[in-house]
């Protein structure tokens, strides 16, 4: 049977065109009995475009369970939330939310050891390694939420501690106050450009569970270039890298911060280079040679 050229396999009360476009044929349950081949072979194909399966009656199963629900609005107000206070952070500078009475010394280190806390569980939970020893904790679909909580809860910790200088090194007046900030709301806009141009972006680390698991979510093995992209290869990372050297206030702390923070970004480049190879191979090879790593080398894009 074929609709206009599609081959149509019919179950229950859904067709299937093509194992791609569902097409209600009834608003009520189907009333003769559905095999229970025809039933999986239905949920396998539509698990991988609407998410949820079928009963044997045509109605749809919930999707996700209620743990499901509540690890997901956690982590989106974790995420949220975190995000927020480090972007007002990197805008504004220390926000001196609790001030502990430290000395310049002691506090610069409490500073240096909340960085460096936040940088050893990011870089740490997102190495395969650990994901295959934590597989023995979690179920893998919730391994990029519960990265996004960690992350969330020391990001928050590291704004609600961090100590403020009283050395300023450097205050940028006037014009150049304003240019700052002018390079600051640029590289926001070029941020969300990048974001726009990868297409699907899972923030959080959510999929897995909205889809129901990795194993849905294939790994793509073909590399495209658009938007930044085509100037630099990490575009993100260097949006990132001006936002946080847009401070006008140069305090001793905020210094600290910006080192700190770009080596750790320039660090985490190198090292998601060899990721990227492994992924994409000679494609990813020749675009290393024709597009900067992170420093755009002419105002024509390369490709």
């Not at 610069?108 to 940088?119: C, E, G, H, P």
């Not at 809860?153 to 050395?167: I, P």
Request: hydrophobic share 45%; aromatic share 12%.
């Amino acid at each position: 049977m074929s609709v206009r050229g599609w081959d149509q396999v019919a179950v229950g009360n859904y067709s299937l065109i093509n194992e791609k476009y569902w097409v209600p044929l009834l608003d009520k349950p189907a009333v003769a009995p559905v095999s229970e081949k025809s039933l999986t072979l239905l949920n396998k194909c539509r698990s991988l475009h609407m998410g949820s399966p079928l009963t044997k009656g045509g109605q749809r199963k919930s999707a996700l369970a209620p743990r499901d629900y509540a690890i997901i609005t956690l982590t989106r107000f974790l995420g949220s939330m975190s995000l927020l206070a480090m972007m007002v952070f990197v805008f504004k500078g220390s926000l001196n939310l609790v001030n502990l009475g430290l000395g310049e010394f002691v506090g610069l280190t409490l500073n240096a050891s909340l960085s460096m806390a936040f940088f050893i569980q990011h870089s740490g939970m997102i190495r395969r390694s650990f994901r295959q020893w934590s597989a023995q904790l979690i179920e893998e679909k919730y391994h990029g939420a519960v990265f996004t909580i960690a992350s969330a809860l020391l990001l928050l910790l590291l704004v609600l501690l961090w100590q403020k200088s009283n050395h300023t090194l450097y205050a940028a007046e006037g014009a150049i106050r304003w240019l700052f900030r002018a390079v600051f709301v640029l590289s926001v806009i070029g941020f969300y450009w990048g974001i726009r141009s990868l297409g699907r972006f899972d923030a959080y680390g959510l999929l897995p569970i909205l889809k129901g698991g990795p194993g849905s979510i294939p790994a793509s093995s073909h590399l495209t270039v658009s938007g930044p992209y085509r100037w630099v290869r990490h575009p993100l990372y260097l949006f990132c890298i001006l936002m946080i050297w847009s401070c006008p206030d140069l305090t001793a702390d905020r210094v600290l911060f910006n080192l700190l923070w770009s080596g750790w970004i320039f660090i985490g480049t190198v090292l998601e280079e060899r990721d990227l190879v492994a992924q994409f191979g000679d494609d990813y090879r020749d675009y290393q040679t024709s597009v900067p790593m992170l420093i755009p080398s002419t105002l024509r894009p390369a490709r």
